[in-house]
């Protein structure tokens, strides 16, 4: 399974910024799908998490509200609406997929990643 990140960019507090991950060499439909992101200095951080039909999705506390994760099996894409931006949602964000998965915020359960998009919020 092949997975592209695309969409970060520079963005003020409080704008939105919408990303994609495209995936490629599997059936889409077959794959559960989650959000990380990691800054400079800190560790890893789980995002959120959609279930590979996308009945089903699970966001950290940080991120609830403001950021919203939904898929297109059709499209072979997931995206990540994210709004409300604060500096601290600064950090380059990857996407990763596996066919299954019991602990979503867990980056090892996951087997294929993209290479991430850097997504900068500041004034």
């Known amino acids: 399974v092949q997975l592209q990140a695309s969409g970060g960019g520079l963005v003020q507090p409080g704008g939105s910024l919408r990303l994609s991950c495209a995936a490629s060499g599997r059936t889409f439909s077959s794959l559960a799908v989650a959000w990380f992101r990691q800054a400079p200095g800190k560790d890893e951080e789980f995002v959120a998490y959609v279930s590979p039909v996308g009945d089903y999705t699970y966001y950290p506390g940080s991120v609830k509200g403001r950021f919203t994760m939904f898929r297109d099996n059709a499209e072979n894409k997931v995206y990540l609406q994210m709004n409300s931006l604060k500096p601290e949602d600064t950090a380059v964000y990857y996407c990763?997929?596996?066919?299954?998965?019991?602990?979503?915020?867990?980056?090892?359960?996951?087997?294929?990643w993209g290479q991430g998009t850097q997504v900068t919020v500041s004034s």
């Open positions: 990763a997929a596996n066919p299954s998965v019991l602990v979503h915020w867990n980056p090892s359960e996951y087997e294929y």
